[in-house]
């Protein structure tokens, strides 16, 4: 395994919003991983605009919604700093060769419409949010340790998540292997608007109310990237979240966790 190296300007996370920053119904946020980019023509995390499309597949979240497959543009910027991540963005306002800080901005897509299916009718469409927070990684020679708290900051859920994270980067020259693995801790107001709750007012006789209270939700990841040339790129990268029991036997949630894996390739700018 390679030791983990300074961090600079980006996260490797990042690159997985070209191929998951779209209205999908998972949750496949996959944490702070943050590792830095190497403005080199074979480094596997490059810096500056990414272009380029992905194909993604995954496990639908709620009764009656068919499982996700899809084709998608999408782009990334790596700035030195700022950070654009297609549905997220961050702005690093410490790092050196140990910890990294930063403030963080989401838009959290809705993921339930009762027109999706007979099983949700009755119950309240689950809107878009924004989101804000901070975040901080802490760089250790074989591993990266990260956390992440953020808010919903519309009014919508009033909830609150919390992210617990470690990667273990393998670099090999163009090649970048990702492995990591953490719990998401969501407050009950996120966990019921987002993740299976059921109002008394949603409530019917073959649908009981249903509250998930706070949740912990452990999760896995990996991610591949490599460079090609120096300007094309490909990635990969797969999650999997197993639902605190509170989601998973919610009567409106289909399985027991959610995967999701897509691959992409870029052109880098």
Request: hydrophobic share 40%; no cysteine; net charge negative.
């Given at each position: 395994m390679s030791p983990v190296r300074p961090l600079h300007s980006a996260t490797l996370g990042a690159l997985l919003t070209l191929l998951f920053a779209t209205p999908a119904r998972a949750e496949v946020d996959l944490g702070s991983l943050d590792i830095f980019v190497q403005d080199s023509p074979t480094s596997p995390v490059p810096k500056g605009l990414v272009l380029g499309g992905a194909v993604i597949g995954g496990e639908a979240r709620y009764q009656g919604q068919d499982d996700t497959a899809l084709a998608v543009p999408g782009f990334i910027y790596f700035g030195e700093q700022f950070m654009f991540l297609g549905d997220r963005a961050r702005y690093y306002f410490h790092k050196d060769d140990s910890f990294a800080a930063y403030g963080y901005g989401r838009m959290r897509f809705g993921n339930l419409d009762p027109d999706?299916?007979?099983?949700?009718?009755?119950?309240?469409?689950?809107?878009?949010?924004?989101?804000?927070?901070?975040?901080?990684?802490?760089?250790?020679?074989?591993?990266?340790?990260?956390?992440?708290?953020?808010?919903?900051?519309?009014?919508?859920?009033?909830?609150?998540?919390?992210?617990?994270?470690?990667?273990?980067?393998?670099?090999?020259?163009?090649?970048?292997?990702?492995?990591?693995?953490?719990?998401?801790?969501?407050?009950?107001?996120?966990?019921?608007?987002?993740?299976?709750?059921?109002?008394?007012?949603?409530?019917?006789?073959?649908?009981?109310?249903?509250?998930?209270?706070?949740?912990?939700?452990?999760?896995?990841?990996?991610?591949?990237?490599?460079?090609?040339?120096?300007?094309?790129?490909?990635?990969?990268?797969?999650?999997?979240?197993?639902?605190?029991?509170?989601?998973?036997?919610?009567?409106?949630?289909?399985?027991?966790?959610?995967?999701?894996?897509?691959?992409?390739?870029?052109?880098?700018?």
């Open positions: 999706d299916a007979p099983e949700l009718a009755g119950m309240e469409e689950r809107k878009w949010e924004l989101e804000g927070g901070i975040g901080a990684s802490l760089i250790t020679p074989y591993a990266l340790l990260s956390t992440r708290l953020s808010t919903d900051v519309t009014g919508r859920s009033n909830g609150q998540e919390l992210l617990l994270w470690a990667d273990f980067p393998i670099l090999r020259d163009r090649l970048l292997i990702m492995p990591g693995m953490g719990m998401m801790i969501r407050s009950d107001k996120m966990a019921n608007y987002y993740f299976g709750g059921v109002s008394g007012g949603e409530a019917t006789g073959l649908r009981p109310e249903w509250d998930t209270g706070t949740t912990l939700s452990p999760m896995a990841a990996i991610i591949t990237s490599y460079r090609f040339s120096p300007h094309w790129i490909g990635m990969f990268a797969a999650n999997y979240e197993l639902y605190d029991d509170d989601i998973a036997d919610s009567p409106i949630v289909q399985h027991k966790g959610e995967l999701y894996a897509g691959f992409a390739v870029g052109y880098i700018w």
